[in-house]
């Protein structure tokens, strides 16, 4: 049976030269596409198998409005030690964001400048991304954040008690904070300390309204000016979804949905963690060693989602405003229930209080991003569009309705990432249990490649959730689709 399927297989894949080394990439997201650029520049006979009916993975840069948006990475992070900075930079696209997010409260009673910059200082000075708190291995994200927000506060405004409540209020907010940058539906599923790292430089330089897209059109040497000589994008095969990943001794085979299967000496699978959760039980013969499964189980990810709004005129502020972030008074989350009763609701738990930011988009002046972080996100993705779009147009009236006309948007678009199948989930994260079990990273651990008895990878895997220490990023994926296509250079080097 298996030397039948495998004459068909042989009859669908393809090089230039039979003397190439074949190489089979599953996904033409960043890592995908970093690994097969740098394989065809080195003459490998590459293939890239894309599940989606698009290139770009978790990167998805949409017109609309006036700009290009962008529904995945938004921003590129930092700038030493950052691949996507260093492509960039000669181009001189990146702009900084200048984002400053004012507190606003739903009673109205909003505080004054000095007091929000000392709660924003708060923030910046408990939480970082960067996990280097020093903390034990099994204490969360949540159980720092909320030890010491709790006892600073004390401390500054122990005496006030105005001050006192209006902090406590904002403990919240600081949740959904957190989880914009780790990904997870709680700050108590992310150890306080982890392998991931920051950047240094400016973390949030946006695009000019092109979009994150434009990293992909330079790894395809579409951007500045096209390379007509480099057809990469020929090798791309959309709609294509693996199924089964077959790996022997001289060869591996992706076979897909579609019936369609491609052999090659390599293959190097770089879909997302989420995909890997679900899939690896079927998705590999012979199956994964223990360790591998382990890993795979044990590392998390979760999501996170955007709603872009666009507006028949811009109704907000003008001038030097950015974004508003929200805080629910003790009395309103009581009674958020009743005045808007529509959409998911649970233990008292209200879907509109995972609302973590509204913000302007660059060369957008009549569209805002609205940020959902947590629990509800699932459900967010799916919620019908006329009950998400009344729930903000609430939420944004009951903040500051007084103050503005809101018109009822004439656009919307929303992520989906973590119920589609081809995805899972946003970005990845480190685990408590991940980092017990795999001390030395279990992201290595989940990036070691499969070796044939004389030790040649026949299945590698590439990644952002493959990369040690940059992680749930866009230039970690990259850098770990380089690494891949290094390992294969070398070999034949």
Known sequence: MQFI??????????ADNVNSPS????????????????????????????????????????????????????????????????????????????????LIFSDRNNVDESFDNELDELYDSTYTADGNR?????????????????????????????????????????????????????????????????????????????????????????????????????????NTEVVEVIYEEDFSVALCADGSGYVADHIIFTPSLGVLKHQYKTLFRPPLSPRKAQVIEELGISAVIKVMLHFPWRWWPKGDFTGWTFVWTYEDKEMLPIEFPYGPIRHDQHWLRNIMSIYRLEQNP???????????????????????????????????????????????????????????????????IAREHFPESPNLVLAEPILNKRGIPRLQFAGEATHPYHYSTVHGAIETGFREADRLIKIYK
């Not at 399927?5 to 393809?14: D, P, R, Y």
């Not at 190489?23 to 490998?44: C, D, M, Q």
């Not at 401390?155 to 959904?176: I, P, Q, S, V, Y």
């Not at 929303?414 to 199948?421: K, T």
Request: net charge negative; hydrophobic share 40%.
């Open 23 to 102: 190489v089979i990439i599953i996904g033409a997201g960043p890592s995908g596409l970093a690994a097969g650029r740098k394989l065809y520049e080195n003459g490998f006979a590459v293939t890239i198998l894309e599940a989606e009916n698009r290139i770009g993975g978790r990167v998805h840069s949409v017109k609309f409005g006036d700009a290009y948006v962008d529904l995945g990475a938004e921003w590129c992070h930092g700038e030493e030690d950052n691949i996507v900075y260093q492509m960039v930079r000669p181009l001189g696209i990146l702009r900084h964001s200048n984002y400053d997010y004012h």
């Open 134 to 238: 020093n903390q034990s291995i099994d204490t969360t994200v949540g159980e720092y954040c909320i030890r010491i927000f709790n006892s600073t506060i004390r401390e500054k405004w122990g005496d006030d008690k105005d001050k006192f409540r209006t902090a406590m209020m904002c403990l919240e907010t600081f949740h959904r904070y957190a989880l914009s940058d780790e990904g997870s539906f709680s700050w108590l599923d992310v150890p306080a300390t982890n392998d991931y790292r920051n950047c240094e430089g400016d973390l949030e330089q946006n695009w000019n309204g092109r979009g994150y897209k434009t990293i992909l059109e330079i790894l395809l040497k579409r951007f500045p000016t096209a390379d007509k000589s480099f057809r990469l994008d020929k090798r791309i095969k959309v």
């Open 366 to 432: 009549q569209a805002l991003s609205v940020w959902f972080t947590g629990e509800f996100v699932p459900d967010l993705e799916l919620l019908d569009e006329h009950i998400l779009i009344e729930g903000i147009l609430f939420m944004l009236n009951k903040f500051f309705g007084d103050l503005y006309f809101i018109p009822y948007p004439d656009k919307m678009i929303r992520g989906d990432w973590y119920s589609n199948p081809h995805f899972h989930g946003t970005y990845s994260y480190q685990t408590i």
């Open 5 to 14: 399927v495998l004459i068909t297989i042989l009859h669908f894949a393809f």
